[in-house]
């Protein structure tokens, strides 16, 4: 059984909306995780774009503040990513996974491909 299994993605124009989701099946204690959103491009390495902590509380990249929100629903045992106002450098494969200062807990889903076209 994968650890986190992440959807959503899709190919939307530029200024479109998608939202991502990541639940993360039979994880006991999910509430208990700082939960985050990733995303590597081709050729790129893999970079973190939003950060949630147990108890709420909200960080992201200076690129997406203002476009993108993450939220959690523990008793789904889910994260989610709205994005909006895409941009084509927002192309990515995204990623979620438990986060504590910068180490990644769970191992890694297969990720939701995101395009945006201009």
């Known amino acids: 059984q994968a650890e986190v299994v992440e959807s959503g993605g899709g190919l939307v124009q530029a200024g479109g909306s998608l939202r991502l989701s990541c639940r993360a099946p039979?994880?006991?204690?999910?509430?208990?995780?700082?939960l985050a959103w990733y995303r590597q491009a081709p050729g790129q390495q893999r970079e973190q774009v939003a950060h949630?902590?147990?108890?709420?509380?909200?960080m992201y990249k200076d690129s997406v503040t203002g476009r993108f929100t993450i939220s959690r629903d523990n008793a789904q045992n889910t994260v989610y990513l709205q994005m909006n106002s895409l941009k084509p450098e927002d192309t990515a494969v995204y990623f979620c996974?438990?986060?504590?200062?910068?180490?990644?807990?769970w191992g890694w889903g297969q990720g939701t491909q995101v395009t945006v076209s201009s």
């Open positions: 996974n438990a986060d504590l200062n910068n180490q990644q807990l």
């Open positions: 039979g994880r006991s204690f999910f509430n208990r995780y700082g």
């Open positions: 949630i902590t147990s108890g709420g509380d909200t």
